[in-house]
């Protein structure tokens, strides 16, 4: 396969209907907006929308065939039939990269990957839900908001934000950051995808040399206004020579895919084509390379806390890796959800997605302005439609992540089925939400880490969360685990719903959407957090597990 494949736009079905329709359009999307589509891969180095192309060829035509009363059933990217279910059943159910307990480690996810009987999914490619740099953006933004609440009374003007990485998420970095009116000095060691972040507009300006970075950086700082300015390097390289230097950012993180040491991580010394050229022919070296540079990276980031800086993990496991070189210290880094996130979870509150199935723009500035009207007392989701307008443009279909929690979800995926319904919108609505929500992840490294309670590994909140929506008629519902570096390290859950204007949609948008944040609050409710208790409480959720 080498055309490039975009997502079909416009009002003319190739299904027989808007649900099978828009999840097609979901897929192919997923390549408009992928980092490597000839490979099929969307982000994190290895996160895949099919298993290879004679499955993507044969999942296209299933949907285009596949009837309302029918589940088409994908194991790993590759369909394997169509069953005979029942008109409210969710259309497909996928199960990506979810290996038994012993064997998912990183070399068996390797072997069965390249014997072509596994792939794995990331969070949001397999299932066909990822919408670019757009849909990690607010996480992003949510995140270094409160950095600035809890570490500089509100306000990142005039200070510096290290950090690496401008990959798929990665890239929403340094628009977050001129967003909260921080400067941001980003790594990344692959100068093409450096220049392309400048050329779109996502970063503002390339460095020569780290000289002229700083020196670009204290400009704008003293001048209190945002700016990020990328540099062509290592990040273990510059971390390492800022520390040299004595030079402390206000706040450090990284987003390289340090997750995986064969394919996410250029070793210090080495340019991305180097690295490939050893992953083909050493690639034991390569890892251990790659582990030794993330070593003396995570290492100069714990120096860089010492000396005062706020320093947090992303989610790329980058302390981890550092842990099991020895790097004991490692752990005291921060993961950014439990730090700065979940008291939103508690909530309900989190990464909800909606795409325009028409490709059109408007669609998403209509219901922009209805989130502007029917929820003007949440400052959160007000303040972030105004920004994501005024900086953030569309990737693919045109796409809009919203942080909203438990009942709020429920309503907007109403108010949007009825818009669709009166011809306000030009065409149907998917709803969906990145597996990193409250319920649906088990993350012991990221999402779930230090739970009040210590049930940071136990699976079993996704895989209710997984049957909960099925239960509730969802139109596509998904169980990740992670592969890769990531193998054995988590397992997930997706959800995606098409609002076509349907009565029947309107029924499965209130069920799915009610259940998949309320099981979320439950989760949080029964390790001991109050205020997901509070919520269980006041919402109305019918719980039988609170004192
Ligand atoms: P990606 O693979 O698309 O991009 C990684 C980038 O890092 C690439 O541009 C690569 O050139 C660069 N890079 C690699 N080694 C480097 C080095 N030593 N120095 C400087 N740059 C280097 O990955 P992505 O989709 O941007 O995701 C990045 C990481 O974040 C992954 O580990 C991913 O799993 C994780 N992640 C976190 C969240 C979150 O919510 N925080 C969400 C999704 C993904």
């Known amino acids: 396969m080498t055309a490039r494949i975009t997502a079909q736009r416009g009002t003319d079905l190739r299904c027989q209907g808007w649900r099978q329709e828009g999840l097609l359009r979901m897929l192919e999307n997923v390549l408009e907006v992928g980092e490597r589509p000839q490979d099929l891969v969307v982000y994190a180095a290895l996160g895949k929308a099919a298993r290879d192309w004679p499955s993507y060829e044969r999942i296209v035509a299933a949907l285009k065939r596949l009837r309302d009363d029918e589940t088409l059933v994908i194991q790993s990217g590759k369909p394997i039939g169509i069953f005979k279910t029942h008109p409210l059943s969710p259309i ?15 070399d068996v996810f390797y072997d069965l990957e390249q014997r072509g009987l596994i792939a794995w999914g990331g969070l949001t490619a397999g299932d066909w839900q990822y919408i670019g740099m757009q849909g990690v953006i607010q996480g992003t933004y949510e995140v270094l908001a409160a950095v600035a609440r809890e570490h500089f009374n509100g306000d990142l003007h005039g200070r510096l934000v290290l950090t690496a990485g401008l990959g798929g998420m990665g890239s929403a970095q340094p628009l977050a950051a001129k967003m909260v009116g921080a400067v941001m000095l980003v790594v990344e ?15 503002d300006m390339l460095a020569e040399t780290l000289d002229e970075a700083l020196e670009r950086c204290q ?15 290592n990040a273990s390289t510059v971390y390492t020579e800022l520390v040299t230097r004595g030079i402390t950012p206000d706040v450090v993180t990284d987003q390289t895919s340090a997750h995986d040491l064969l394919y996410g991580y250029v070793p210090a010394g080495m340019t991305p084509q ?53 790097v004991e210290q490692a752990m005291t880094i921060d993961i950014f959800t439990e730090r700065y996130i979940r008291p939103l979870f508690c909530k309900g509150i989190g990464p909800f997605r909606w795409l325009a199935l028409t490709g059109n723009a408007t669609d998403i500035a209509v219901i922009d302005d209805m989130i502007l009207e029917a929820f003007a007392e949440n400052e959160l ?36 089925n009825q818009a669709v319904r009166e011809g306000r919108l030009s065409g149907p609505i998917a709803f969906t939400r990145d597996h990193l929500d409250a319920g649906g992840m088990a993350h012991p490294y990221i ?40 193998a054995g390290y988590m397992t997930s859950s ?25 099981i979320g609050v439950l989760r949080y409710a029964d390790a001991g957090y109050t205020i997901a208790q509070d919520m269980a409480r006041t919402s109305g959720l019918d719980a039988l597990n609170l004192e």
């Open 219 to 233: 400009q704008a700082q003293q001048r209190n206004e945002p700016l990020s300015v990328v540099l062509v390097d």
């Open 274 to 326: 180097e690295a490939a050229h050893l992953r083909e022919t050493q690639p034991a070296l390569l890892e251990q390379r790659a582990l030794a540079s993330m070593v003396a990276q995570v290492q100069a980031m714990l120096t860089l806390k010492e000396r005062g800086a706020v320093v947090f993990e992303n989610g790329n496991n980058i302390r981890i890796q550092a842990k099991r070189a020895g």
């Open 494 to 518: 997706g959800v995606t719903l098409i609002a076509d204007g349907s009565s029947e949609a309107d029924y499965r948008l209130e069920h799915v959407l009610n259940a998949d944040t309320g």
């Open 381 to 416: 989701v007000c303040n972030w439609i105004r920004l994501a307008r005024q900086y953030i443009p569309f990737q693919g279909l045109p796409a809009r992540i919203g942080w909203l929690g438990h009942g709020e979800r429920t309503r907007l995926g109403l108010l949007v």
């Open 189 to 203: 060691v692959d100068g093409d995808r450096a220049a392309q972040r400048v050329s779109d507009g996502r970063c």
């Open 447 to 486: 999402g779930t880490e230090r739970m009040l309670d210590g049930s940071d590994a136990i699976a079993d909140w996704p895989l209710l969360n997984a049957l909960l929506n099925c239960s509730a008629m969802a139109d596509l519902v998904a169980i990740h685990s992670g592969g890769g570096g990531y």
């Open 92 to 106: 497909v159910i996928m199960a990506n990269c979810n290996l038994v307990g012993r064997w998912a480690t990183s």
